[in-house]
């Protein structure tokens, strides 16, 4: 029903819900002290009732429990995860929080990328539900300063994409417009155009990428990734062309075009690419990339497609404009 990636959408639903929760609670007891008074000081001033004061007060007490019974029904609607995302943190959050701070800390990514990471779990966590209003305030606080900071932080465009608060965002290309399509302007001497890559890979895709790479090593793993950075349109019509259908994009459309796509090469224990029919299991460096790109701001969204390439990596964060 809602975005749960809007801040200010969860942000609303938490301080509505508390109204209501509030509301819920004082306003039936004020009307019920109110009648009360009143019929004490009918009572002392006639010495009894008449009928019509008295099916006034039960109209009001009905309409009181009716309007109470609205407010339980719709606390209910807004605070049943399926519907919303709760703004209940769920008790092991702070834990999983601080075991990912960890895990980002020694892992070197960019700041923009660990905050925008943090973020996802924070925000993935509010939509497990639970009654911990303490930990949804220190989640909430967290939340904050994180929008914070991704506000004081934007980059520079490279090819129509540019990198703000950690996301990815390209230009969406229409169907028949060449001037639209991806891998129309590679850079041609990408060192001279503001790139950080020989490549053509976008700077802060290549910042990642060479992280998580550098760690594979680290942890014993080979992994290299293709010198194609940016894939032009020419070369995509090729691909198109001789590859079997289904298997490379139509041109203009791929990711690899804009320099935010990479083909990796895994590599077995013995230095030789890892042979096609491979799984996780059977080529360690494989496994170990599908396991970790995730705290690089990478993912590997080709893994369950019909055509699955096991092979090929995108920043997690991606936006059309
Ligand atoms: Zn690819």
Same mark, same amino acid.
């Given at each position: 029903m809602f975005n749960c990636n809007n801040l200010s959408l969860l942000n609303f639903t938490y301080y509505f819900k508390l109204a209501l929760a509030i509301s819920m609670t004082i306003v039936p007891v004020i009307v019920l002290e109110l009648i009360a008074i009143k019929v004490i000081r009918y009572k002392n001033k006639y010495k009894g009732f008449n009928t019509d004061f008295i099916v006034r007060q039960i109209k009001t007490i009905f309409y009181t429990i009716v309007l109470f019974f609205l407010a339980y029904s719709l606390h209910m609607v807004i605070t049943t995860p399926s519907n919303t995302c709760s703004m209940y943190a769920k008790k092991d959050i702070i834990e999983e929080y601080k075991s990912n701070l960890n895990k980002i800390n020694d892992s070197d990514m960019n700041e923009v990328t660990k905050v925008k990471y943090m973020e996802n779990v924070l925000l993935n966590a509010y939509n497990k539900d639970t009654k911990e209003e303490s930990k949804v305030i220190e989640v909430k606080a967290t939340i904050n300063k994180v929008d914070d900071f991704l506000k004081e932080n934007s980059d520079k465009t490279l090819n129509t994409v540019y990198v703000k608060d950690g996301v990815f965002y390209y230009k969406g290309h229409i169907d028949g417009n060449y001037n639209t399509y991806?891998?129309? @302007?590679?850079?041609? /001497?990408p060192l001279k155009e503001g790139?950080?890559?020989?490549?053509?890979?976008?700077n802060y895709f290549y910042n990642r990428l060479t992280k998580f790479i550098d760690e594979a090593s680290k942890n014993g793993y080979k992994i290299t990734m293709s010198e194609q950075g940016c894939r032009s349109y020419q070369t995509q019509v090729n691909y198109y062309s001789t590859m079997?259908?289904?298997?490379a994009a139509p041109?203009?459309?791929?990711?690899h075009g804009l320099g935010i796509a990479s083909d990796l090469e895994f590599y077995n224990s013995n230095d030789s690419p890892c042979p096609s029919g491979r799984t996780d299991k059977s080529c360690p460096s494989m496994g170990w990339a599908h396991q970790n790109a995730s705290r690089f701001?990478?993912?590997?969204?080709?893994?369950?497609? @019909?055509?699955?390439? /096991?092979w090929h990596i995108e920043p997690i964060n991606k936006q059309k404009y």
């Open positions: 991806y891998g129309t @302007s590679c850079p041609s /001497d790139y950080n890559n020989k490549f053509g890979y976008n079997t259908p289904g298997r041109p203009g459309w791929s990711l701001g990478l993912t590997f969204p080709l893994l369950n497609a @019909s055509y699955r390439e /096991d």
